[in-house]
């Protein structure tokens, strides 16, 4: 016997959590009836569906997209915008995002079917880096960038980077070039940081997410991460 939502996410049909949500909203149901929270089932016995399509075990799939600026990072939108999964399409394996970047940030994004992979590389626990580049207006001095490391007090609680450096051959008449490491995943954490010192994002890019990177690819254009890539991935997070 195996807990709902974990057999979900093995399926590739969202994260952990995410998964935990569709079943709270009912849209998930074993043998015809709507599961439960914490319910268990027997894989290859109990027939489970996710709005009516029935959830099997896909082979894994890892792939690294570099995001556009527009896209919005979800499955489906209700509003008719461009989704990641929309610069995806054809692919026979259904894929989720690996957490999400805001509408207007570029940049790397990993998707894939691997549940526990992916809920793993979003826990706190596991301390994953996420390295950004913000082009921020003003510019920055070295005492803003010991308290971007230090800490600041956001409406959620204090936060800091890892590392900040300021990358002064891009420094224009208006803006700073920022590189940031996180490893919270906080919503819009870098954005505001950022304006917590009193410098507003004017662009953000991510560049790398745990060690990958969308290198030599063109916005919107993604690639297979290779087995060096996926066991290198798996190895940070504990799962050999």
Not at 2 to 16: K, N, P
Not at 200 to 216: D, E, H, Q
């Amino acid at each position: 016997m195996v807990r709902l939502q974990r057999y979900l996410a093995e399926c590739g049909v969202a994260s952990r959590r995410a998964c935990e949500a569709l079943i709270a909203e009912g849209r998930v149901t074993v043998n015809g009836a709507t599961a439960l929270i914490g319910q268990s089932i027997e894989p290859g016995r109990d027939e489970v569906r996710v709005d009516g399509q029935l959830a099997g075990v896909d082979d894994k799939v890892y792939i690294v997209l570099n995001k556009p600026a527009g896209t919005v990072t979800t499955a489906k939108d209700t509003h008719g915008r461009d989704t990641v999964l929309d610069c995806v399409q054809g692919l026979p394996e259904r894929v989720f995002p690996v957490g999400r970047l805001d509408q207007d940030t570029e940049g790397v994004l990993l998707l894939t079917n691997d549940g526990e992979l992916a809920n793993r590389l979003l826990h706190p626990r596991y301390g994953v880096d996420k390295i950004y580049l913000a082009r921020v207006w003003g510019h920055v001095k070295p005492a803003t960038l010991h308290r971007l490391v230090e800490g600041v007090e956001l409406e959620d609680g204090p936060a800091a980077a890892i590392a900040v450096e300021m990358d002064e051959s891009r420094r224009d008449s208006a803006t700073t070039y920022l590189q940031l490491t996180l490893r919270e995943g906080r919503k819009r954490e870098v954005k505001r940081l950022c304006e917590a010192v009193g410098h507003r994002v004017r662009r953000l890019r991510r560049l790398s997410f745990a060690g990958i990177t969308a290198n030599g690819l063109r916005p919107g254009q993604w690639r297979y991460l290779s087995g060096v890539e996926v066991r290198m991935l798996r190895h940070k997070v504990g799962l050999g």
